[in-house]
Structure formats: C-alpha cells, structure tokens
Antibody, heavy 126, light 111 residues
Framework: QVQLQESGPGLVKPSQTLSLTCTVSGGSISSGSYYWSWIRQPAGKGLEWIGRIYTSGSTNYNPSLKSRVTISVDTSKNQFSLKLSSVTAADTAVYYC??????????????????WGQGTLVTVSS | QSVLTQPPSVSAAPGQKVTISCSGSSSNIGNNYVSWYQQLPGTAPKLLIYDNNKRPSGIPDRFSGSKSGTSATLGITGLQTGDEADYYCGTWDSSLSARYVFGTGTKVTVL
C-alpha cells in the first residue's frame, strides 16, 4: 500500500520561500502512470490544487500560483518537493501531497487523488 | 473562487438519505470525469467516488455518484454518525486556465 508523508518547516517568514518534501513509501515513485501532486487547505476553507509532476519531470501548475511555484522530483530518494516563493499570510494552510491516477478515454479525461499524505501545517508569520 | 459549486451544508437523521450536488460547466464536469472526497474532522481527504460513479475498494455501497451534463451528485443512504464530514467534488478544468478544481465543499450533519 502506497503511503505519502509530508515534511518541512512548520513556520516560514513572510517574503521567504516555503519548502516541503513528500516521501513515498510502499512503492516506487517511478512505477506506473501517476501524477504526484500538491494540494493545500487554509484553516476552515476548501481544497486548492497547487500543481503536479510526472516522473519525467513534466509539471503543471495552478495558474493562480504559477509564478511562485516549483515542483520537482528526486526518483533516487522516492521523493517529490514543493517550493513556494514570496509567501504571505494567505499561504498559511495545511499542505497535502497526493498521488493522482489519470487517463483519457473516448468519454473524457479522468484524474483523481487515490492516495494522500496526512498533511502538514505551514504558518507564514514573522 | 471555486468553479464548482456545492451547497454549504446538508443534514438528515440517522438512517436517512442525503444528496450533495456539484455544479460546474462544459469546461470541467461537462467533459471530464468527477471524483468525490470525504474529509473527516482533522484528517486528510479520502477518495470516495471516482469516474463519476465508481467506488474504491472498501467504500460501502451506501455511497453513490452520478453525473448529468454539467452537474454531479453524491448520494449517501443509511446515514451514520460516522458520515459527519466535509465532502468535496473534483475534476479537471480544461479552460484556458487549465487546472484541477475542487468544489466549495459540503458539510454533512447527522441530526
């Protein structure tokens, strides 16, 4: 059973860069056709998709965050990472990493998050 | 600013049925598959329904999903106190601002 675990600083100062890592266990990050994704949730609010990466290194980002986001993958460590620059208090949230299944067929495109990490709270404050 | 609209809350007594709607457009629900997630208090979301109406292994058949046009619906029958949670729909949005989008979320309360 695949498991994901987020790690990184719980407190980041305004204007600095938020950095998180997701460690995948129970399977190789390189096996199968999956997107490795980041999602966040401010306290008391809904879910926001940040972006995703394929093991080839191909990425897609939420246009609202694209200028500040970088997602990378390290297949040798079975990890993928998130960097969010120039953070403000609005970036305070629980950050989740997740594995997404995706594929096309004649009826359309499907992508869904099959496995999630437990989430990690990141607070932006001086 | 989510493009998928859900009712903020629904409620019913134990054993009853609730339905949660998820309204979108042709750029998202209308042309892509919908999934649903259950988020129990203080926990990560969990996949409940994928491909509009399929249940992952271990999800009871009390949970069902459907899609028609640009809307999707999650149904929960035989409501239990353990079903109290937030529920989110999700799908890919194929507009110029292509991205994965989640619904606004619905709180289910068991009376």
């Amino acid at each position: 059973q695949v498991q994901l675990q987020e790690s990184g600083p719980g407190l980041v100062k305004p204007s600095q860069t938020l950095s998180l890592t997701c460690t995948v266990s129970g399977g190789s990050i390189s096996s199968g056709s999956y997107y490795w994704s980041w999602i966040r949730q401010p306290a008391g609010k809904g879910l926001e998709w940040i972006g995703r990466i394929y093991t080839s290194g191909s990425t897609n980002y939420n246009p609202s965050l694209k200028s500040r986001v970088t997602i990378s993958v390290d297949t040798s460590k079975n990890q993928f990472s998130l960097k969010l620059s120039s953070v403000t208090a609005a970036d305070t949230a629980v950050y989740y990493c997740a594995r997404a299944v995706y594929y096309y067929d004649s009826s359309g495109y499907r992508e869904y998050f099959q496995h999630w990490g437990q989430g990690t709270l990141v607070t932006v404050s001086s | 600013q989510s493009v998928l609209t859900q009712p903020p809350s629904v409620s019913a007594a134990p054993g009853q049925k609730v339905t949660i709607s998820c309204s979108g457009s042709s750029s998202n629900i209308g042309n892509n598959y919908v999934s649903w997630y259950q988020q129990l208090p203080g926990t990560a979301p969990k996949l409940l329904i994928y491909d509009n109406n399929k249940r992952p292994s271990g999800i009871p058949d009390r949970f069902s999903g459907s899609k028609s046009g640009t809307s999707a619906t999650l149904g929960i029958t035989g409501l239990q106190t353990g079903d109290e949670a937030d529920y989110y729909c999700g799908t890919w949005d194929s507009s110029l601002s292509a991205r994965y989008v989640f619904g606004t979320g619905t709180k289910v309360t068991v009376l």
